[in-house]
């Protein structure tokens, strides 16, 4: 059997669209969530890279040419939203972080309002670094928009251990946090829908390593899945969703919300997910992002790479070859195109269990 790697004959866009549909592709797409490393392909800083919109234009397209993975995304992650609401961030050179949460007395909610993707924060440079980046590879490549969930805005507005401690001592408080952001949220969606791109949520402090699943039903699910709801009737798609940790016990609610693709942390095991609800969802992960993709080698990536496409290959709705997390700023470049070269090799189509079985030499 020849293992040389496959000539690819679709585009990106081709691609993702065929293996969500159930259609063949020439090989597996690979789903990277890019983000700040897009600074270091460009040779600027994360901060530089954060508040120029044509710097983030210029650093996805970059990552794309160079890699070749399947995906782009210009943002606003974890922290957009919530400093668009008025939580300020800081920019070292590495991931940014809210230093200064906006609401620290329940007064201090009254004064806040849903922001306007056109004027508020840096929500306008996101749509602008889209815009930039449809006009050069729209035709190419999707371009996802991925945005912390409901959850996750009011954790970055009121500050992770303030909000956790409201859900048991002021749980009508927490709803009013999560209301305004879900409300935030679905009408920046908006604005990404309208420019053409596609949306992507990430809610990790809704995972079930922070709260209980009681807890996630409660105070994350039913906001959710109306944010899912708006988004899908606007876009006509759903989107992605991923949270990190330990979600097993929560697989069901995530599915419940309408999501098109589960994007799942490297704690869980693919075919769990598979077999619990991968009749209903697609399924997105899982390789190892620090231990594998930053600290590993390239070796090792296609050997997770080999692990995770034997686990998740014949997933009923579809599988997507990606990270169980967000890419570390500082992975090494031989290490992501590794993973993009595992892709080409073993995940060719019509996908063989034999090409990519861990009981074979590679």
Not at 101 to 124: F, I
Not at 127 to 132: K, P, Q, R, S
């Amino acid at each position: 059997m020849s293992t040389a790697p496959v000539k690819e004959t679709m585009t990106s866009r081709e691609r993702t669209i065929a293996a969500l549909t159930g259609q063949p592709y020439d090989r597996i797409p690979v789903n990277l969530l890019i983000s700040d490393h897009g600074a270091r392909v460009i040779g600027v800083t994360v901060g530089e890279y954060n508040n120029s919109a044509s710097l983030m234009a210029q650093g996805q397209v970059a990552a794309w040419r160079r890699y070749g993975a399947d995906n782009v995304n210009t943002g606003p992650g974890l922290t957009g939203i919530a400093e668009a609401i008025g939580s300020k961030l800081a920019y070292p050179d590495s991931t940014p972080y809210v230093a200064d949460y906006v609401v620290k007395e329940e007064a201090d909610l009254d004064r806040l309002k849903v922001p306007d993707p056109e004027r508020d924060g840096r929500l306008p440079l996101f749509l602008e670094a889209a815009t930039i980046v449809l006009k050069e590879v729209g035709d190419q490549v999707p371009l996802n928009m991925t945005t912390s969930g409901p959850f996750t805005t009011a954790t970055s507005i009121r500050g992770t251990e303030n909000f956790l401690r409201d859900l048991h001592k002021n749980p009508q408080f927490a709803h009013r946090l999560l209301r305004l952001s879900s409300d935030s949220i679905i009408r920046f969606a908006a604005a990404a829908i309208k420019v053409g791109a596609r949306i992507g949520l990430a809610d990790p402090t809704a995972s079930g390593t922070m709260i209980s699943p009681r807890q996630f039903r409660e105070f994350a699910q039913p906001y959710l899945q109306e944010v899912v709801t708006a988004i899908a009737a606007i876009a006509g798609a759903a989107p992605s969703l991923h949270i990190c940790g330990n979600t097993s016990k929560i697989w069901p609610e995530m599915t419940a919300t309408g999501v098109s693709v589960l994007s799942l942390d490297d704690a869980v095991d693919l075919v769990e997910a598979k077999t619990l609800v991968g009749d209903k969802v697609a399924l997105l992960g899982n390789i190892r992002p620090t231990a594998v993709m930053y600290l590993g080698k390239p070796d090792d990536v296609r050997e997770n790479a080999r692990e995770c496409l034997a686990k998740g290959w014949d997933n009923p709705k579809g599988y997507i070859l990606g990270l169980g997390c967000g890419l570390p700023i500082d992975t090494p470049p031989e290490n992501i195109h590794a993973l993009v070269g595992a892709a080409r090799e073993y995940g060719r189509w019509p996908l063989d269990p034999s090409r990519f079985s861990l009981s074979n030499a590679a």
